[in-house]
């Protein structure tokens, strides 16, 4: 089927259009057109190059133009901008950025990966001369450069997100003095507050200075260079670099002026097969909206996954007008800062508030493979369901070794519309090295389980009035314990169980959550049955606080 596709932009999204255009479509005529030297590299590698963890520069060119020449038979122009689409003529304008000219390319299909642009707030000294963003090679070796010849600089990262704590980790690994500015009230939004205080405990134990819920007002200058970052609170933070990490706008100049459909998120809109409004049209990547895997409402997801199987899907699409759909998306997404590993995969507490859903949630520690094995690791679970059917719509994890592969599992059950009961039930495999014959997951869902057939309640903190026993050791208890808690060991409960008040509410409360659950079952079978846990035990208290804390500053 001879036809003329015509890809602008590569990396992610168009690179993998334009390989899969041609292995679907030997005939067809495929040229992209890229405003940057490089057409595909590794730009979630980046700040690992940055901070010396990836040493060799080449292994971050995925493609170059002359592997996709070569290879897959697909032209390739660099440093050419397209400025303009005839829809009517079905053109587009290229200019020569190096020549400076322009041509103008006739296609029959045409793919957008436009991408996304840095936000970069307009404010005095913003583009100083050591103020960078980081979003392309370019952008890579012009912070590298920096980085060699200043070591012992202050670093200051603007924003608390994937790649503002990559590179807050990368800095410190070189040994920049580095802080760390958020005008959220907490480290990684997508997280909820208890979850991410975690990572922002694990950040201070590394010496990284945290200025949270305070936002960029200005920069001191001196000549082309920032030397302070001013805060909103009147802070005045030191800088020899800065890191603007704030986030992403989607580049929909060229659809907006070819006037294609905008969503309501401001990403392009398109339908199951990447098609915009003109059928002709197709756009991928961090321009677009993509449709919620859980909420099945449309918006701009801006990470690689999606980007590239919507690229596929395109470049099926494009060369022979049939593709499977792109597959909804979660925003299952991972980072890793210092000893700590953060994953989040569908629904938060923001996006279960704004839908209005009816959603139950538990929080449990389990280790990463079994305990007696050298290295087991603990990591937390929040695994959010709806009480109605069990449905899961959601989960984070923060821990060690061994979170990536959990919030896969439950990635891949939510995709499948799977409920706690199949969680519960999927038949994993088991070594002591890599797991235990009950895994993490495995025991999120029990307590979900439990939770759903009335077996378990769970409460945050105890309410005011209840009787609340704690069951941890003699140690465990001196270390710190609520106020008016009764102690009783686990091991002696069955035999002091007449010391508690049957009739009145209680508590059961441990340092994660097990031996609550064991105490309340006893407690539950002699007569107590207005019973409930603390969910993730007094490990998750100081977590816990720091979400009140939250929540009252929104009120």
């Not at 592997?67 to 009517?88: C, G, P, S, Y």
């Not at 307009?122 to 370019?138: K, W």
């Amino acid at each position: 089927m001879a036809r003329k596709i015509v890809i602008v932009g590569g990396v992610a999204g168009g690179a993998s259009a334009a390989a899969r255009a041609r292995r679907c479509n030997e005939d067809a005529e495929i040229l992209m057109i890229e405003k940057d030297e490089h057409v595909s590299f590794a730009n979630c590698g980046l700040p690992y190059y940055i901070g010396g963890e990836i040493t060799d520069r080449k292994k971050l060119l995925v493609a170059t133009p002359e592997k996709f020449e070569t290879w897959f038979n697909v032209r390739v122009w660099t440093h050419h901008l397209v400025t303009a689409i005839d829809r009517a003529a079905k053109t587009v304008t290229v200019l020569d950025r190096k020549a400076e000219t322009s041509k103008t390319v006739e296609y029959d299909k045409l793919i957008l990966a436009p991408g996304a642009s840095p936000i970069v707030p307009p404010m005095d000294g913003i583009h100083s001369s050591n103020i960078f963003t980081l979003r392309n090679v370019a952008d890579t070796d012009r912070i590298k450069s920096y980085v060699d010849l200043n070591h012992q600089a202050k670093a200051v990262v603007i924003g608390a997100g994937f790649i503002g704590l990559e590179m807050v980790e990368m800095l410190h690994h070189l040994g920049m003095d580095v802080s760390l500015v958020e005008l959220a009230p907490q480290v990684l939004p997508p997280l909820d507050p208890e979850m991410a205080h975690m990572v922002e405990e694990e950040l201070q134990a590394k010496g990284v200075k945290l200025h949270i819920g305070n936002g960029l007002k200005g920069f001191e200058t001196d000549g082309d260079k920032a030397t302070a970052v001013q805060l909103n609170d009147g802070t005045s933070l030191p800088a020899d670099l800065v890191i603007l990490a704030i986030g992403v706008r989607p580049s929909t100049e060229l659809a907006q002026a070819a006037q294609l459909e905008i969503g309501k998120t401001g990403g392009i809109a398109i339908n199951d097969y990447a098609q915009t409004t003109d059928p002709d049209i197709y756009a991928v990547g961090d321009a677009v909206e993509y449709r919620n895997g859980v909420t099945d409402i449309l918006q701009r997801i801006p990470l690689a996954g999606p980007a590239n199987r919507a690229g596929r899907v395109a470049g099926e699409h494009a060369a022979c007008d049939q593709s499977p759909p792109i597959p909804s998306v979660l925003g299952t997404a991972i980072v890793r800062a210092f000893g700590k590993v953060a994953a989040v995969t569908g629904c938060n507490q923001r996006c279960i508030d704004a839908m209005d859903y009816k959603a139950h949630h538990v929080i449990i520690p389990a280790k990463n493979h079994a305990g007696y094995y050298p290295g087991a690791q603990e990591m937390v679970i929040k695994l959010i369901y709806q009480p109605a059917d069990g449905k899961i719509i959601g989960a984070q994890i923060v821990g060690g070794d061994g979170v990536d592969k959990r919030i896969d599992v439950i990635a891949t059950v939510i995709r499948f519309g799977g409920t706690i009961d199949d969680l519960a039930g999927l038949d994993l495999s088991y070594a002591p090295p890599f797991g235990n014959a009950k895994d993490a997951v495995h025991l999120a869902a029990f307590a979900a389980q439990n939770d759903l057939r009335g077996i378990e309640a769970f409460t945050a903190d105890p309410p005011e009035g209840d009787q609340v026993v704690d069951v941890r050791t003699q140690a465990e208890w001196d270390a710190g314990h609520l106020p008016n808690a009764v102690h009783m060991p686990l091991h002696e409960i069955r035999g002091r169980v007449s010391e508690l008040d049957a009739a009145m509410p209680t508590t059961v409360v441990c340092r994660g959550g097990q031996r609550a659950y064991y105490a309340s079952r006893i407690l539950r079978q002699n007569g107590f049955d207005q019973i409930k846990t603390m969910s993730g035990g007094m490990m998750m208290r100081p977590h816990q606080e720091k979400k009140r804390q939250i929540q009252e500053q929104v009120k």
